[in-house]
């Protein structure tokens, strides 16, 4: 279970009420008036003020519309310690309680359309069994595991799969890690899901019927559809012929044609477990301020290595590492550290280059953060560009521009920082990056099941139920 769901009831917590409560007019009056009394009755109202804040809390979860609304956000944020937002951020966690989640059904219903799907039931090997090792469920390729996990337990899912939209196929493919490297190996992704697809389909009629295009798939590693990790392999195998018609759910987008997005899919992000980044922030000192101008860790090669033509982040990021390895206000570490969340934390903006495929982790920890993402890998396509708007909320850099990344990051320094760091803090935004347990309202997996309704066309069920 998510820690986050624990009930507001630390220090923090009751600050934001305290500060709801006076950000609000119409009981600013009311407390005036309760002041004479409090020196005797303090107790009393501490307790109206909580039972005003649960109260609230309750109207605030019956209303996702206005928690959707950006001024709505500002008007918390607007004053703009990092300590009120932080805390915001937490409360927000906090409120999204699965009871909260539960008095939204109706709304939710209406949003995804009375969306239902239906889970097979695989045997062990084709996913739990995976989860003996730890990291299947918790690192960068986990949402396989984390969608999987939150359907069980959704409303839309159905045990009937007569009324099902559609169907989801729980095929874990990322969790063979290499015992000399640690890298996930993959070479048996494909036979591991042609075999779960004759499976069920010699087993159940759904396939058949519709040769797939109602059943999903998670793609979440690194060039999505096409089951390879290198891109020019990725390409000459392409999509697998048994999965062309399918919908596929991957982290892999570019906005250009590509053969390992051509098939019906939904981009998502990649997978940072929730705690860690809840725990990032409650380590991180209040009022510390953002002491580190611009951060990245990771590989930098210093003398880019020539892979069968390619070079590993088209080697952006060994120019990076030349050009500002000196400067002092860039902190480039080349090391892996298990604690650079609480540096990204610290820092203003968080460079998110390339590696072998345009996207990152670090775009999801850098926006949860609070840090700028500044985001250098031409053309790629960014997850729930209905839920988050990534242009206000990031910096995008062409690759050809790197060198010149110190001059870039300057003028906007000098000019939109604070406007996107303001953006930034929306707990909407940094919702739809995140897999729950459960599904939650506006959560990544709700918006992957958003996108799905926007899909009903393909459902088997309504087809015949309109052409009747
Ligand atoms: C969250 O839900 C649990 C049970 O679902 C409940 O016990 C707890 O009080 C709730 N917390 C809040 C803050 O609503
Ligand atoms: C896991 O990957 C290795 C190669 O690294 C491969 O030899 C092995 O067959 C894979 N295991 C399974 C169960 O697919
Ligand atoms: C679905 O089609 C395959 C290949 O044509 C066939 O082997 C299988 O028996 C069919 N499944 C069902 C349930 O009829
Ligand atoms: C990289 O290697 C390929 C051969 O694998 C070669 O054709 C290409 O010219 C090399 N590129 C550079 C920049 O050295
Ligand atoms: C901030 O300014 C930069 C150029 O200085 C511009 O490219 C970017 O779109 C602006 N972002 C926002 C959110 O205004």
Request: net charge positive; proline share 6%; aromatic share 12%.
């Amino acid at each position: 279970m998510v820690e986050l769901k624990r009930p507001p009831t630390n220090s923090r917590g009751f600050y934001v009420r305290m500060r709801f409560l006076h950000s609000n007019g119409k009981h600013n009056q009311r407390q005036a008036q309760d002041k004479s009394f409090f020196r005797k009755y303090y107790k009393w109202v501490l307790w109206l003020s909580l039972s005003f804040y649960f109260f609230s809390s309750y109207l605030l979860s019956q209303s996702p519309k206005q928690r959707l609304n950006p001024l709505h956000t500002t008007s918390f944020a607007g004053s703009g310690s990092t300590h009120s937002s932080r805390a915001l951020f937490e409360s927000s966690l906090s409120l999204s309680n699965s009871s909260s989640t539960r008095s939204q059904e109706p709304k939710i219903d209406q949003e995804l359309r009375g969306l239902k799907i239906y889970v097979y039931e695989l045997p062990p090997k084709y996913n739990s069994e995976w989860l003996s090792n730890e990291r299947c469920r918790t690192h960068l390729f986990a949402s396989e595991v984390a969608i999987h996990r939150a359907l069980l337990t959704s409303d839309v899912r159905t045990l009937d799969p007569q009324e099902a939209d559609f169907f989801f196929v729980p095929v874990y493919v990322s969790c063979n890690f290499s015992t000399t490297n640690g890298f996930p190996a993959i070479g048996h992704a494909r036979s591991l899901l042609l075999s779960a697809v004759q499976l069920i389909s010699s087993e159940h009629p759904f396939w058949n019927r519709s040769s797939g295009s109602d059943h999903v798939f998670v793609a979440s590693h690194d060039y999505g559809a096409c089951f390879h990790a290198m891109e020019d392999r990725a390409i000459a195998d392409g999509v697998p012929e048994f999965l062309k018609k399918s919908i596929i759910l991957q982290t892999f987008g570019v906005n250009y044609d590509h053969p390992c997005q051509d098939v019906e899919h939904v981009v998502i992000p990649p997978y940072i477990p929730p705690e860690s980044l809840r725990r990032t922030l409650e380590a991180s000192p209040e009022n510390g301020g953002r002491d580190i101008w611009a951060f990245f860790r990771g590989k930098m090669e210093v003398h880019p290595k020539n892979i069968s033509g390619r070079f590993y982040s088209k080697a952006v990021r060994s120019v990076i590492w030349h050009k500002y390895g000196g400067d002092r206000r860039f902190y480039l570490r080349r090391h892996r550290f298990a604690g650079y969340q609480s540096e990204i934390v610290r820092s203003i903006f968080c460079l998110c280059p390339l590696g072998w495929a345009p996207w990152s982790p670090r775009l999801v920890e850098s926006v949860v953060l609070g840090c700028v993402p500044v985001v250098i890998a031409d053309g790629i396509r960014l997850p729930f560009p209905d839920a988050v708007p990534w242009p206000e909320i990031s910096l995008t850099v062409a690759e050809r521009d790197a060198v010149r990344l110190g001059a870039i990051l300057d003028r906007v320094a000098a000019t939109n920082l604070s406007a996107i760091q303001r953006k930034i803090w929306s707990p909407e935004v940094r919702r739809a990056l995140l897999f729950n347990d459960c599904v939650e309202y506006g959560d990544a997996t709700w918006q992957v099941l958003r996108s799905l309704a926007k899909k009903l066309d393909r459902s088997h069920r309504r087809s015949r139920v309109y052409s009747q």
